[in-house]
């Protein structure tokens, strides 16, 4: 007599096990998060499939870390200098941000070095054909796969013995050891666990591409950003050209590194001069202010356009694109306080132009900077960049890099950089004019927006 199958539910965010329903999971405390999924026990007297040797370190062969560079110089970048034979990657973004077109040009630099195994559990081979077609890859060297059971890929990775496998995506696949539906936490945890054993054992490197949530996290238990060997975002705005590629997580690499790609009808170009790039359409127009950013460890010219005007409602509106709000209002804050800038009557705008986010607080001066120049309706000095953190007492803050930002500006043509004070010391001003200020009302003294 067999006995009956044992039941559990499962948190779908954290993946906590828990024996009867809740409304709550008790592990993350999300809210109608648990499903029920049937569990399957193990056999005990499971087979060893192998038994491995410890080695001394001093004995592990120097070769054991082989990239395999793609060709690709913007995506080897964010990888540390290529693919690790043998890595498990995670890819994740946004629907239709370009991830399947990414890796379809991927696929296509490397299969001049043997055939590439591309399994498809959301299309179809002929869509992925049109894809290719698009692409102007269709006669590359990639095996296509229209499969979801994880037993079945793994044997064909072991059969064809591929150069590199990518899996798209890792939400559609299933074991039929797990009673749950594909995409649940269980399935989505021992798919990973199959994929890692065969990208080890075999030293084939294997891309799974993820579906990311609303909140722009990759969809599933935490544990599957934890068992991969890198977690890659490709990020951007789906009615911008631009794309950024950045790593959260490389074992095998740095994380301070990012890939500029521009999204065409034949797919992801890269982009070797952002900056350039970034600046080609700007005017001289009061509200722009242009600053040196980083992305990672790259120095990015970005420019920042803000738009002020007298509001016709009782509460003004206060609307940004590509920085933080919080920050945003903090620094309108202290330009009503510490400049004598007050907006309060007035709607502001805050745009990044090209569709790219700036997440450090360095860009903090060229922000404010802008709002005043959009206030004053005067345009800030041509060929002027602007570099400082912001804190509430009106202080302009040090920045991290100051040497390499500044080189940035000065290679597209920039004469005048204003930075803060303490960074002076850092600074060669070779070719480039670089004046200190200590506060927020020195800095628009010194582009003429103060009062």
């Not at 395999?68 to 034979?85: K, M, N, Y």
Request: glycine content about 10%; proline content about 4%; overall charge neutral.
């Amino acid at each position: 007599m067999t006995k009956p199958s044992k039941t559990a539910f499962v948190c779908q965010q954290c993946g906590n096990a828990a024996p009867k329903w809740a409304g709550r999971c008790p592990g993350c405390g999300g809210w109608n998060t648990l499903v029920e999924e049937r569990v399957v026990a193990q056999p005990k007297g499971r087979p060893v499939r192998s038994r491995a040797t410890p080695i001394a370190l001093l004995d592990v062969p120097a070769d054991e870390e082989q990239r395999l560079v793609t060709g690709l110089s913007e995506f080897d970048r964010v990888l540390g200098g290529g693919i690790v034979r043998g890595s498990l990657i995670l890819l994740g973004g946004e629907p239709g941000i370009g991830k399947s077109s990414l890796l379809g040009q991927v696929s296509a630099l490397v299969s001049q070095r043997g055939p590439v195994l591309y399994v498809t559990g959301e299309e179809s081979p002929a869509q992925v054909k049109l894809r290719a077609r698009r692409l102007g890859v269709e006669r590359a060297d990639i095996r296509l796969l229209a499969e979801t059971d994880v037993d079945s890929i793994v044997e064909h990775l072991r059969d064809l013995q591929p150069v590199l496998a990518v899996v798209d995506s890792i939400q559609t696949m299933s074991s039929s050891d797990i009673g749950s539906a594909a995409g649940s936490v269980s399935q989505l945890r021992e798919s990973a666990a199959r994929f890692l054993e065969a990208a080890k054992s075999l030293g084939v490197p294997i891309f799974l591409v993820g579906h990311v949530t609303k909140d722009g996290a990759i969809a599933g238990p935490r544990v599957l950003e934890h068992m991969v060997d890198a977690v890659l975002y490709l990020e951007g705005d789906r009615f911008h050209a631009f794309r950024i590629l950045r790593a959260t997580k490389d074992r095998f690499g740095s994380t301070d590194e990012v890939g500029v790609f521009e999204m065409g009808e034949a797919g992801l170009t890269e982009v070797r001069n952002p900056s350039q790039v970034f600046l080609e359409e700007r005017g001289a127009a009061a509200g722009s202010v242009v600053v040196p950013t980083l992305e990672g460890t790259r120095p990015l010219l970005v420019e920042i356009q803000a738009l002020v005007s007298p509001t016709a409602f009782g509460l003004p509106r206060r609307t940004v694109s590509g920085v933080d709000m919080n920050r945003t209002l903090v620094l309108l804050a202290v330009l009503a306080k510490r400049a004598g800038i007050g907006l309060g009557a007035h709607d502001v705008y805050v745009s990044l132009a090209g569709g790219l986010r700036v997440r450090e607080p360095a860009a903090d001066l060229g922000v404010a900077a802008a709002m005043a120049s959009a206030y004053r309706d005067r345009a800030c000095q041509t060929g002027t960049v602007l570099i400082g953190e912001v804190g509430l007492s009106g202080e302009v803050r040090r920045v991290s890099r100051i040497a390499s930002r500044l080189a940035e500006a000065r290679s597209l043509g920039f004469t005048r950089a204003i930075v803060p004070k303490g960074n002076l010391a850092d600074v060669a001003s070779d070719g480039l004019t670089v004046e200190g200020v200590a506060t927020l009302r020195e800095a628009l003294s010194k582009i003429a927006l103060s009062d």
